[in-house]
C-alpha cells in the first residue's frame, strides 16, 4: 500500500494569532537555481508519484520569460531542469508562444493540465496538459489577448471545464477583475461570468486595484476555497497582497465570503525587496485534511510557502468578509 504523501508542513509560531504564517526557512526557491536564472517565483506545485512535480517561472539573465519543470520528494527541496518546457502539439498545431510566465497546474479526471500567460501578440492564457512533466501538449489558447491569472478547477462543473481569468490590457494591468468561464472540451470556451470585482477602497484597501485567481480551487463541504492575490497602488507603486474567497460549489460565480483583511502582505525582506518589491502573489496549495500550504511568488523573484488550516480560514472569512 502506498504511503500517504506528507505535504511541507511547520507549526504556527508559539504566540501567534495568524491566520496564515510563513515557512521560517523561506525562500524554498532561490533565484540563482538553475544557471540560467535571473529570478524563479510564481510557480505552480503539485503531488506527483511519490514525491511532488512543479512548473516553474524561470525568467533568464536577458529577462526572458518561460517556465521549467521540476521535482521534489518533499516540496522543498527541488531540482529544476536547466531547459525550459519544449512544448508538441496538443489539440492543435498552433503553438506560437514569445513568452511564457506565472503557470498554474491542476489535476483533472486522468492528466495534468498547465495554464500560463501566453505571448500571442499580446498576454493571453496558455493550456497545455502532460502525464509525466517530462512530455507537454499544447492546447489552443482559451481566450483573445489580452488576459492573465488562468486558474482551472479540478473538476468539471456540471459536465464542462472552467477557468477563473483576469481580462487586462497589453501593459502592467492597473485594474482588472475576475470572471469564470467554461469549455466543454478545453478547447472553445465561452459563457463568461464576473464572479469578483475590485474591493472599495473605503472598506479594503489591500485589494482596491486589481485581483487575480492564485492557486487551483480547493473543493470543501462549504464552498470552493480560493486563494487570490490583491493589490493596491500606492505612492511606492503596486503593492500585493494574497486573500481568500470561499465560492459557491455548484454555481462558482457566487461568492460566498470573502476576506475584507488580507491573509498575508509583503513584510519579510525577500517580500519586501526584490526585482518587483512588495509582493506576494499565491500560484499553488498543496492539501493534506485540514492542513494546507500555499506556494507564492515573492518580489518577483524568490518561491516561499505558507501555512494554514482551512477550517480557521473559513472561520474568518465568515467572521470577517466583504
Same mark, same amino acid.
Given at each position: ?22 515557512? %521560517?526557512?523561506? +525562500? ?7 544557471? %540560467? ?5 510564481? @510557480? ?8 511532488? #512535480?512543479?512548473? $516553474? ?18 516540496? !522543498? ?10 512544448? *508538441? ?8 508562444? /514569445? ?5 498554474? *497546474? ?20 496558455? !493550456? ?13 489558447? #482559451?481566450?483573445? =489577448? ?11 462543473? /456540471? ?5 477563473? @481569468?483576469? &481580462? ?5 494591468? +492597473? $485594474? ?7 469549455? =466543454? ?18 472598506? %479594503? ?9 492564485? %492557486?487551483? &480551487? ?48 509583503? #513584510? ?8 518587483? &518589491? ?9 492539501? /493534506?485534511? /485540514? ?10 523573484? *524568490? *518561491?516561499?510557502? @505558507? ?16
Amino acid at each position: 500500500m502506498k504511503s500517504k504523501l506528507i505535504i511541507p508542513w511547520e507549526n504556527r509560531p508559539d504566540g501567534s494569532n495568524d491566520i496564515m504564517w510563513r515557512y %521560517s526557512k523561506n +525562500p524554498v526557491v532561490g533565484r540563482y537555481d538553475i544557471p %540560467s536564472s535571473n529570478s524563479i517565483f510564481n @510557480s505552480a506545485v503539485v503531488p506527483f508519484e511519490d514525491g511532488f #512535480a512543479g512548473v $516553474f517561472r524561470c525568467d533568464n539573465k536577458s529577462v526572458q520569460m518561460n517556465i521549467f519543470a521540476g521535482f521534489s520528494k518533499d516540496g !522543498i527541496h527541488w531540482e529544476i531542469n536547466h531547459d525550459p518546457i519544449e512544448m *508538441v502539439a496538443g489539440n492543435t498545431s498552433m503553438i506560437d508562444s /514569445d513568452y511564457k510566465y506565472d503557470p498554474r *497546474v491542476c489535476w483533472i479526471e486522468d492528466r495534468y493540465w498547465v495554464t500560463w500567460c501566453n505571448g500571442y501578440h499580446g498576454p493571453t492564457i496558455g !493550456i497545455a496538459y502532460t502525464y509525466d512533466f517530462k512530455t507537454f501538449h499544447q492546447c489552443e489558447n #482559451a481566450f483573445l =489577448p489580452f488576459n492573465r491569472n488562468g486558474v482551472l478547477f479540478p473538476e468539471k462543473i /456540471d459536465g464542462k471545464y472552467a477557468m477563473l @481569468s483576469r &481580462p487586462s490590457d497589453n501593459g502592467h494591468t +492597473p $485594474f482588472g477583475d475576475i470572471y469564470i468561464s467554461y469549455s =466543454p472540451d478545453m478547447k472553445y470556451w465561452g459563457e463568461h461570468r464576473c464572479v469578483m470585482k475590485v474591493a472599495d477602497f473605503t472598506k %479594503s484597501a489591500w485589494q482596491c486595484t486589481k485581483i487575480g485567481a492564485g %492557486s487551483v &480551487p480547493i473543493k470543501t463541504a462549504e464552498g470552493w476555497l480560493l486563494f487570490y492575490h490583491g493589490v493596491i497602488n500606492t505612492c511606492n507603486g503596486f503593492r500585493y497582497s494574497m486573500g481568500a474567497a470561499l465560492l459557491d460549489l455548484e454555481n462558482p460565480d457566487k461568492v460566498l465570503y470573502r476576506s475584507q483583511d488580507y491573509l498575508l502582505a509583503p #513584510a519579510a525582506p525577500y517580500e519586501l525587496a526584490g526585482d518587483v &518589491p512588495n509582493v506576494v502573489f499565491p500560484c499553488a496549495a498543496l492539501t /493534506d485534511d /485540514d492542513k494546507v500550504t500555499v506556494y507564492y511568488g515573492a518580489a518577483d523573484t *524568490v *518561491v516561499g510557502i @505558507s501555512f494554514g488550516y482551512i477550517s480557521e480560514i473559513i472561520e474568518h472569512l465568515k467572521q470577517k468578509s466583504l
